[in-house]
């Protein structure tokens, strides 16, 4: 399964607890490119500008997916599900958006202290926003994400997926 979702949708913290609850693996595609290209992500922004990090992920998903077993959680790139190629590269996989509004995500970017290359100035961020829902919005499944807690995100996930059985009603 890979999540997908704008900067501070929280991929990486809903993919590591989903991962947790299944059993399944994590794997954030970031800190794959990172491992692979030996970079962190805003130096390969600044050495090979946003191209450059393009291709350095998409190259990164290719050789992921080939052996990719079935159980584990993927959080990809905030701009990884914008490219067609991407999309067409997990085609076969769940694909989860983890949406908020654009306000509730700058938020979650200023709190959370990482540094991200295309978080720039608050109109910017509105407009990427905006720009990335249409391709965001073909994931296979959506889930609203704005004044929930973790685990009823993550319970929300598997009841639509059908990961778990549903508990037996009283």
């Given at each position: 399964?890979?999540?997908v979702?704008?900067?501070?949708?929280?991929?990486?913290?809903?993919?590591?607890?989903?991962?947790r609850?299944l059993?399944?693996?994590?794997?954030?595609?970031?800190?794959?490119?990172?491992?692979?290209?030996?970079?962190?992500?805003?130096?390969?922004?600044?050495?090979?500008g946003?191209?450059?990090?393009?291709?350095?992920?998409?190259?990164?998903?290719?050789?992921?997916?080939?052996?990719l077993?079935?159980?584990?959680?993927?959080?990809?790139?905030?701009?990884?599900?914008?490219?067609?190629?991407?999309?067409?590269?997990?085609?076969?996989w769940?694909?989860?958006f983890?949406?908020?509004?654009?306000?509730?995500?700058?938020?979650?970017?200023?709190?959370?202290?990482?540094?991200?290359?295309?978080?720039?100035?608050?109109?910017?961020?509105?407009?990427?926003?905006?720009?990335?829902?249409?391709?965001?919005?073909?994931a296979?499944?959506?889930?609203?994400?704005?004044?929930?807690?973790?685990?009823?995100?993550?319970?929300?996930?598997?009841?639509?997926?059908?990961?778990?059985?549903?508990?037996?009603?009283?």
């Amino acid at each position: 399964m890979f999540l997908v979702g704008f900067m501070g949708s929280g991929k990486t913290t809903v993919g590591q607890e989903l991962a947790r609850r299944l059993g399944w693996e994590f794997i954030d595609l970031d800190l794959v490119i990172e491992q692979r290209e030996g970079q962190e992500i805003p130096e390969i922004f600044g050495s090979r500008g946003e191209p450059g990090f393009r291709l350095a992920e998409s190259s990164a998903l290719r050789e992921l997916v080939s052996p990719l077993r079935r159980n584990s959680v993927i959080a990809l790139g905030g701009g990884a599900f914008v490219r067609e190629n991407n999309r067409e590269l997990i085609r076969d996989w769940p694909t989860v958006f983890l949406d908020a509004p654009a306000d509730e995500l700058w938020q979650r970017c200023e709190q959370d202290g990482c540094e991200r290359p295309l978080r720039k100035d608050r109109a910017q961020f509105v407009n990427l926003h905006q720009a990335r829902l249409p391709y965001y919005r073909q994931a296979s499944l959506i889930i609203e994400t704005s004044g929930k807690q973790l685990p009823s995100i993550c319970s929300e996930i598997e009841n639509a997926l059908h990961l778990r059985e549903a508990p037996d009603s009283l």
